[in-house]
């Protein structure tokens, strides 16, 4: 393993694994000595919650680690990471709409899914041409039965730590730069939480109420804020087994900068 600095674009939903237990995808930039940045990786598997406090990386930030390509994995952006030897370097701010961050993001941009295809690679940041919907849809309230076998095995060793499955998926149907239809659901963690948070917060009396309360909360920041407010880009990668089929893995979502004319009078 070689010592890296990456910086940390996007976080995944934990998902449920026989080996681990529960695993996080991240996606990130790998970065040169100088900071700047190289190209798109994809950090797996990282037991994320399982980490000690002080490693568990905010996104944004940069952490240096010793990292190696993924054997087990033929995409070339997949590394895996020594856990152990993360530590947080910095965090990048939302100064100035966000300068910073696209200093380092922007110029990784593809055009549109079928260029990532082309150059070989199965992640990477698009920006939608035309944004036609949003949607959510309900999915299975519980985990399936050998999912939740995985969840229930006691480990002597260290604490359980509950994972709640989510019952609603959330995406968007989208145009990209080469005038492709896409609907791609959100796998972004950061899309969860406020789902789930907002349902908890809610002052209905009935799960049916809340429920409603955290999809209209979500709803209102996918579509409501997001699409009139926001400069907004789709981090997007494939499956490891299913290499045709893209998801929207993270959003980034700089203010929308409207320059007004100035005017010589």
């Avoid at 998801?247 to 010589?264: A, C, D, N, R, V």
Wanted: glycine share 4%; proline share 5%.
């Amino acid at each position: 393993m070689e010592r890296k600095k990456v910086l940390i674009a996007t976080k995944t939903y934990p998902s449920i694994s026989q080996k681990y237990r529960e695993t996080v995808c991240t996606a990130g930039i790998l970065l040169n000595d100088n900071e700047q940045p190289v190209e798109w990786i994809r950090i797996y598997p990282i037991r994320f919650r399982y980490l000690d406090f002080d490693q568990r990386y905010p996104r944004w930030s940069i952490i240096s680690a010793n990292i190696e390509k993924n054997d087990q994995d033929s995409r070339p952006e997949s590394y895996r990471i020594d856990d152990t030897s993360i530590q947080i370097i910095k965090k990048i701010g939302s100064d100035n709409n966000w300068a910073e961050r696209k200093q380092f993001v922007l110029p990784l941009q593809f055009s549109s899914i079928k260029e990532i295809q082309n150059q070989g690679k199965s992640l990477g940041i698009i920006k939608p041409q035309i944004i036609q919907k949003y949607y959510s849809e309900k999915t299975e309230p519980e985990w399936s039965s050998d999912k939740q076998a995985i969840l229930d095995q006691l480990d002597l060793f260290e604490p359980s730590v509950d994972l709640e499955k989510i019952p609603y998926k959330f995406g968007y149907q989208f145009l990209d730069g080469d005038g492709q239809k896409h609907r791609y659901s959100i796998s972004d963690w950061e899309i969860a939480e406020l789902y789930r948070k907002c349902r908890d917060r809610s002052p209905a009396l009935t799960l049916e109420d809340k429920e409603k309360d955290g999809l209209e909360k979500v709803r209102h920041k996918l579509e409501l804020d997001f699409l009139p407010k926001k400069d907004l880009y789709f981090i997007v990668g494939n499956l490891k087994n299913h290499r045709q089929n893209f998801m929207i893995i993270g959003l980034f979502y700089p203010p929308l900068i409207e320059y007004e004319q100035l005017s010589l009078f």
